[in-house]
T-cell receptor
Framework: AQSVAQPEDQVNVAEGNPLTVKCTYSVSGNPYLFWYVQYPNRGLQFLLKYITGDNLVKGSYGFEAEFNKSQTSFHLKKPSALVSDSALYFCAVSPEYNFNKFYFGSGTKLNVKP | KAGVTQTPRYLIKTRGQQVTLSCSPISGHRSVSWYQQTPGQGLQFLFEYFSETQRNKGNFPGRFSGRQFSNSRSEMNVSTLELGDSALYLC??????????FGPGTRLTVL
């Protein structure tokens, strides 16, 4: 069965420190990988995606993600966190055999403290 | 380009009633997906429509149904509402095989 795991329900980080939000997946083949962010009472906003190529993908708002095929991971990172980064983050995967079906992780709440 | 719009934004229904939610995708997007978001279950895939045909389906009971019109607008229907159907229902559109663009959601409360 296809699945996406975000092992941390919550991540706390101080403003200015680097942040990492973890994601691992179990999907056969070479899936597309995505990160989305959700602010309170809003829909999800696209941050970045990995399809092929360089394992380090850069996205919106200074975020980047590192794809690791051997560990089937796609961790979200940012060198210096901002208080405004506090939100709910979702990792998503669409399998190679069906790019129109998306599997989402359970979400990780990021808290950035001033 | 206008984003994905969903109506209504909020709904309150009672158990046993039925409800219809509407989604207008971004112009040119032919794929529309629906998700249920709850605090305990996260984001769960309901179904995906493309060119008026249901192309993918999640693991929800038959009380949940949808359709897509020729202009790509989509509706989702839930019949015989249960308390557990209270959730944020999100619609997303895509050009196909690419990132999804989400609407603001419809918050459904079942009393």
């Amino acid at each position: 069965a296809q699945s996406v795991a975000q092992p941390e329900d919550q991540v706390n980080v101080a403003e200015g420190n680097p942040l990492t939000v973890k994601c691992t997946y179990s999907v056969s083949g070479n899936p597309y990988l995505f990160w989305y962010v959700q602010y309170p009472n809003r829909g999800l906003q696209f941050l970045l995606k990995y399809i092929t190529g360089d394992n380090l993908v850069k996205g919106s708002y200074g975020f980047e993600a590192e794809f690791n095929k051997s560990q089937t991971s796609f961790h979200l990172k940012k060198p210096s966190a901002l208080v405004s980064d506090s939100a709910l983050y979702f990792c998503a995967v669409s399998p190679e055999y069906n790019f129109n079906k998306f599997y989402f992780g359970s979400g990780t709440k990021l808290n950035v403290k001033p | 380009k206008a984003g994905v719009t969903q109506t209504p934004r909020y709904l309150i229904k009672t158990r046993g009633q039925q409800v219809t939610l509407s989604c207008s995708p971004i112009s040119g997007h032919r794929s529309v997906s629906w998700y249920q978001q709850t605090p305990g279950q996260g984001l769960q895939f309901l179904f995906e429509y493309f060119s008026e045909t249901q192309r993918n389906k999640g693991n929800f009971p038959g009380r949940f149904s949808g359709r897509q019109f020729s202009n790509s607008r989509s509706e989702m229907n839930v019949s015989t509402l249960e308390l557990g159907d209270s959730a944020l229902y999100l619609c997303a559109s895509s050009f196909g095989g690419d990132e999804q663009f989400f609407g603001p959601g419809t918050r459904l409360t079942v009393l």
